[in-house]
């Protein structure tokens, strides 16, 4: 076939005898793509190379400012280290108890509400409304993220004339602090704010890993606290399709609860949390590079979001040995929680799900690939073997799922917090007045828009059985990771525990701290640590006082998306490629994970 020969740029653009361009026909290589992105063959040479130098300067323009923001985000780092890591709350607050000066100290403090910003908060409370807790999760980051803005859990509650209490923690553990004194600690918080508010059992509002500890709580603490919300916690670990979740799979790869062990005693002690927070980045890997991708592109929209959402994703805080081995060794893969074999207290004592008697709230979300809703819901029917056991037990479950939400995004998502936390706050009479049962909330919204109330929104509660949840029972694989576990754990804390923490010491726990490369990856940029960095500050101030960003419909603009989406897809099936072949060596190694799972009818 022939193939017609690349002409000259200068003959790019042909003219009629009186100078008017020609037009391609139709159908000719030199009409506009799919996309609208006008070809570079239709372009002028003049009108190209023109837009070539603006996005040459724009792309000069971003990559300052880019750089600077980064800079910016590590001298956040280190001054909120310097400050003492105080919790990240977009409210004013006052100390009520401070629980390192309990008899059996640990880490935890309990703060009161008290403004927003200039408005009184004392103007707009309703007495008559149960005291909300809200307890963050202490899995890596420091406490914040259900308060860090306005439009959030904390947010969302006073603007329902709720008195809103928040568990906050500190960066180091107490000495012997251990869950049980954890619990301990959260039993006298729960107990003073019902001492303060009588006749109304305060609301417990659970993250994560704070979702299952006041799930303990509330097994502990009979009739003590009002309803529960769990948000995206994950009380049954092992109860998740193959497809779904890969974290759960990482304990069996590295033999068990014993590498979280060495790295507690390397910390002299300490567990360090941006070990778990490098867990969930490398969960998805193309959602980290979209996350610098989209402050690069959007730079001049991004940047404060960006670096308020990094104050808190880059504070890591530690847990003590004994807190990290009892979190991975009873619920990542001893699954314990959900059989009623997790020890709480010191004698030995253990948590009976079903003495849980006030109602609970289970918020997930499909798009959370953390703790996806089989996790959330999976102990359900591990513990009530049917709606009619349920029934009988006298309790009131409700779950409500969100289709697209992350993670992340059932905590601090605005749009989250403007309709789902505020339609579970708004129905707590509803919910409390249940018969006993399994429900689904459903929030019927025509509107489409979060900031709607009632009764331009409604919410129903739909019965549903136990019996058409997901159910997935003990996994043949898992019990055998939690026996490898065990023994690999036996063999290092005898053995191998000695040695280390005869070496180990606060000068070397404290190098390892710093040289961890989730904190290497911020601090480099820090000005105290690079003083050239305060040269790329000043250009990034000139620029701002002259910046005209490019026009979003620039065909450079238009190229540079497309070869971001074409390195995160590249990213993506990589990721793939390496969940697969982790499966594959888990099956190999273990078993077949678990049975297919399906969504809650």
Known sequence: MERTARQPASSLTTKTSCGAPLKPACGSPLTADATGTPPLLETPVASLLQEALAYQRDLFERSILFWDTLRRRADNMIAHERAGKPPLLDFDYEMVLDARRFESPANYALLRISRIGDACFEACVDLSKPPVVIIDPRAGHGPGIGGFKRDSEVGMAMHEGHVVYFVTFFPEPCPGQTLSVVLDALRRFVEEVAKRHPGAPPILYGNCQAGWAITLLSADCKGLVGTAVLNGSPLSY??????????????????????????????????????????????????????????????????????????????????????????????????????????????????????????????????????PPQQALGWIPAVYKDTDDLEAAGQRIVYLTNPHAGHLGIFVSAKVARLEHRAILESLEEIESLAPGLYEMKIDNPSGSPDCRKPQYSVRFERRKIEDLPKIGPSDAFERVRRASEANAALYATFFSPVVRSFANPWGATLLEWLHPMRMSRYLFATSFAPWMRGLAEMAEIIEKSRTPLSPNSMFMAWERQAIEQTAEAIEDARRLRDSLEEAAFTRLYGAPAAPSARPS
């Open 238 to 371: 092992w109860a998740v399709a193959s497809d779904v979740n890969p974290m759960r799979l990482a304990a069996g790869l590295v033999g068990g609860a014993w590498i979280a062990h060495l790295l507690a005693d390397l910390g002299d002690g300490r567990f360090d949390g941006a070990w778990l927070v490098a867990n969930f980045e490398n969960l998805k890997l193309e959602a980290v590079f979209e996350k610098y991708a989209s402050l690069f592109t959007h730079i001049d929209s991004e940047r404060e979001r960006f670096l308020e959402f990094e104050r808190w994703w880059g504070g890591f805080y530690f847990l003590s040995r004994e807190e990290i081995l009892a979190i991975v060794e009873n619920l990542f893969i001893g699954n314990k929680l959900e059989e009623g074999r997790f020890p709480i207290c010191k004698g030995g004592c253990a948590a009976d799900l079903r003495r849980i008697s006030n109602p609970l709230v289970i918020f997930a979300s499909y798009g959370d690939n953390i703790t």
